[in-house]
Structure formats: C-alpha cells, structure tokens
C-alpha cells in the first residue's frame, strides 16, 4: 500500500539524512552542526525552517494519512505508473541528499548562526548546483508527494518549495554574501541556485550589494 510506504519512507528521510548525518557530523567534528532551537526567535531563517518542515510534515504524514482516510487522488496523477515513478524519485532523492551532505563535510549546518563563519564549499555536488542539499530534498518530496497524489501532498509540496525558496534567497545567501564576500558571489555567478545553469548572479548585481 502506497500510503504505508510514504510513511515508511519518510520515516528513513528522517533518520538517514537528519538523526544520522547529525550523528556523523557530531563524532567527526565534536558538533552536532545543529543551529536551531526549539522556540521561534523571531528569524527569517528559523521561520523559513519551519514553513519548510510544515511541508515536510505535510507530505510525508498528513498525505498518506488523507489517503488512508478516504481522500480521494488527483485523477490526472492517479496512475500505478505515476506512483511507482514516484518511489523511484523519492529513493533517488535520498541517495543524493545524503551525498549532497557528506560532500559539505564539516560545514554543514542546520541552520544560520550569525557570527559564525565556516569555509565556502565549492567542490564535489556543489560544483553542480549551490544547494544541491535542497534540491535533492524536493526532488525526495516531490516523490513521496506522486505516491500520495492527493490534494494534501500538493500544498506540502508548496509549503516544501516555499520554505526552501525563503530560507536560501532571504536568509542563507545573504549572510553567504556577508561572510565570504567576492568569493561567494564569484562561485555564484558560475554555478545555479538549485538547477546548472540557472539561478546564476550577475556580476554586475553581485558587487552592488
């Protein structure tokens, strides 16, 4: 059954690229990496964390628990294909994830502390795109998301999209350009956003700011 799997599999999103690249990144390093706290303190970056886990919870519980209720499936995605292509992605996105993580190394943090300042990966996934972490993330929901091809799947995948959009554009690249500089929007100009290519800063638009 589809909706047990989503569950399933997001159980092991949780545990594979949170709880153990956590513990990884504790037992190398000595720091758990994690910059959030539990209560709201009023950042754009916490709250664009927030957004994004709302969708994450969304699809990857509310979603197949609206379709173990009874909801009915978008008829233009209810196809065993869509959803068994929408297995295939979610494991892809996974894999990538977790290699996306363990390519930023010591870095990686979940999210922003102002006055810290780690070194700018530029090599290995994020030679590719700048955020090859959240991509491979939305391509892990969006997955889950044909799996459960519900009306609740579709607004977590929007929370999901949102959050992460909010979260790189308002609140990570900004402090990116703060701390490294010319070397951060020189890597910019090169490399896409989320996909190659695309998402790119113009040299002219970096050095203004």
Known sequence: MMAIA??????TIML?????RRHIQLRRTGDSGNRRTWRPDGSL??????????????VGV????????GMAPLAILDHPMVRGLGVA????????????????????????????????????????????????VIVTFLGLALMVPNPVAVAGVAFTVIGIQVQVRLAEEPYLRRVHGT???????????????????QPERQHRT
Request: neutral net charge; aromatic residues 12%.
């Open 89 to 136: 992605v979610a494991v892809l996105g996974i894999v990538l994830a977790l290699t996306a993580q363990l390519s930023l190394g010591a870095p990686w943090r979940i999210g922003i502390d102002q006055a810290e300042r780690t070194s700018l990966v530029t090599t290995g996934a994020f030679s590719v795109v700048r955020n090859p972490i959240f991509t491979a």
């Open 183 to 201: 070397a951060y929007t020189d890597y910019a100009s090169r490399v896409g956003r989320f996909l190659p290519g695309i998402g790119r800063l």
């Open 45 to 58: 970056d916490w709250w664009a964390l927030a957004i994004t886990d709302l969708g994450y919870l969304t």
């Open 16 to 20: 594979v690229i949170g709880a153990w």
């Open 62 to 69: 509310g979603a197949p628990v609206a379709e173990l209720a």
């Open 6 to 11: 989503v569950l399933a599999l997001f159980a």
